[in-house]
């Protein structure tokens, strides 16, 4: 049996947001607010066989929208969209479960094998939520060696989907892309909807590594990545979660969005992983993320 507590304060004066759904209003945002989020959680796992587990989870979350600091022209999120679901926050603390089957040889440099998470969470108004929704999730990805171990090719795909009904989701619980996680040439929560789908790729290469004193082994990897992906909501969706009060309804695209870069693997002994990622889009140009763990 595993278990996994953590928690969190989150706070950021000015959260950009770009609107609802598939669209192309980027690179700028249409609007800023003050972003909080409380967050504790709770996970207990199961291994059923060396490469499957079980999980059990729970978590409390809160989140308050607020004006916060705007700047220029920019408008705050709470004035020109007041009737946007969840405009000012809300109680969302899911219960889920998940199985998750990962048989890759390593952790901080796999070079072969599966990783695949399947998740399901319901945030029911009996929890104490403000809204009710489910949440279906996929995230599978495979490392396939070449030739030489010092190369390895790795695929993802992944998916989202959001069961509620009209206004039951609020806009910051949405499916998103955009930001180190997924699509990496985009800014953080670009595209948000109640549906989507992600695929990438990641060319890695073994540059060289050295001991760090008598501390640690370190292992730097160059990477080459690209992501495709998109985001759905319908035009009915869009103007229920707006309302009649919007400045405006950005346009929804059928645009799959596409990014590509460079980036580095850090890889510190057998358990800390750093990557520093540099994604080019059609709405940035050398977009960076510094953050811990793969992508996948």
Same mark, same amino acid.
């Given at each position: 049996?595993?278990?996994?507590?953590?928690?969190?304060?989150?706070?950021?004066?000015?959260?950009?947001?770009?609107?609802?759904?598939?669209?192309?209003?980027?690179?700028?945002?249409?609007?800023?607010?003050?972003?909080?989020?409380?967050?504790?959680?709770?996970?207990?796992?199961?291994?059923?066989?060396?490469?499957?587990?079980?999980?059990?989870?729970?978590?409390?979350?809160?989140?308050?929208?607020?004006?916060? &600091?705007?700047?220029? @022209?920019?408008?705050?999120?709470? &004035?020109? *969209?007041?009737? $946007?679901?969840?405009?000012?926050?809300?109680?969302?603390?899911?219960?889920?479960?998940?199985?998750?089957? @990962?048989?890759?040889?390593?952790?901080?440099?796999?070079?072969? /094998?599966?990783?695949?998470?399947? =998740?399901?969470?319901?945030?029911?108004?009996?929890?104490?939520?403000?809204?009710? *929704?489910?949440?279906?999730?996929?995230?599978?990805?495979?490392?396939?060696?070449?030739?030489?171990?010092?190369?390895?090719?790795?695929?993802? $795909? %992944?998916?989202e989907y959001i069961d509620s009904r009209r206004r039951?989701?609020?806009?910051?619980?949405?499916?998103?892309?955009? /930001?180190?996680? !997924?699509?990496?040439?985009?800014?953080?929560?670009?595209?948000?909807?109640?549906?989507?789908?992600?695929? /990438? %790729?990641?060319?890695?290469? =073994?540059?060289? !590594?050295?001991?760090? *004193?008598?501390?640690?082994?370190?292992?730097? !990897?160059?990477?080459?990545? %690209? &992501? $495709?992906?998109?985001?759905?909501?319908?035009?009915?969706?869009?103007?229920?979660?707006?309302?009649? /009060?919007? $400045?405006?309804?950005?346009?929804?695209?059928?645009?799959?969005? *596409? @990014?590509?870069?460079?980036?580095?693997?850090?890889?510190?002994?057998?358990?800390?992983?750093?990557?520093?990622?540099?994604?080019?889009?059609?709405?940035?140009?050398?977009?960076?993320?510094?953050?811990?763990?793969?992508?996948?």
């Amino acid at each position: 049996m595993l278990l996994l507590a953590g928690g969190e304060l989150k706070t950021d004066p000015q959260v950009e947001f770009f609107g609802l759904g598939n669209n192309g209003v980027g690179p700028d945002e249409i609007s800023t607010n003050r972003y909080t989020r409380n967050n504790g959680r709770l996970a207990v796992a199961w291994r059923l066989t060396p490469s499957l587990l079980a999980v059990l989870s729970g978590e409390f979350n809160n989140v308050r929208i607020k004006r916060g &600091d705007v700047s220029g @022209d920019t408008p705050s999120t709470v &004035d020109a *969209f007041p009737n $946007l679901v969840g405009i000012h926050g809300g109680q969302t603390s899911p219960i889920g479960v998940a199985v998750v089957y @990962d048989d890759r040889d390593e952790v901080t440099r796999p070079i072969e /094998g599966w990783n695949v998470i399947g =998740k399901y969470q319901r945030i029911d108004k009996a929890l104490g939520n403000r809204f009710e *929704f489910n949440r279906w999730m996929l995230d599978a990805s495979y490392l396939y060696p070449l030739p030489t171990r010092r190369q390895v090719l790795g695929v993802r $795909l %992944a998916g989202e989907y959001i069961d509620s009904r009209r206004r039951g989701t609020p806009f910051f619980e949405m499916s998103s892309l955009g /930001g180190s996680d !997924d699509l990496r040439g985009y800014h953080q929560y670009r595209f948000l909807g109640k549906s989507m789908i992600l695929v /990438g %790729a990641e060319y890695r290469v =073994k540059v060289f !590594d050295f001991d760090l *004193f008598t501390w640690t082994n370190v292992k730097i !990897d160059g990477v080459a990545f %690209a &992501d $495709l992906g998109r985001v759905w909501l319908d035009h009915e969706e869009l103007v229920a979660s707006y309302g009649p /009060g919007a $400045l405006t309804i950005p346009h929804t695209s059928e645009n799959v969005r *596409f @990014d590509g870069g460079p980036g580095l693997r850090f890889a510190f002994g057998e358990a800390v992983v750093a990557r520093l990622d540099v994604g080019f889009s059609e709405e940035a140009q050398g977009r960076a993320y510094f953050t811990f763990g793969h992508t996948f």
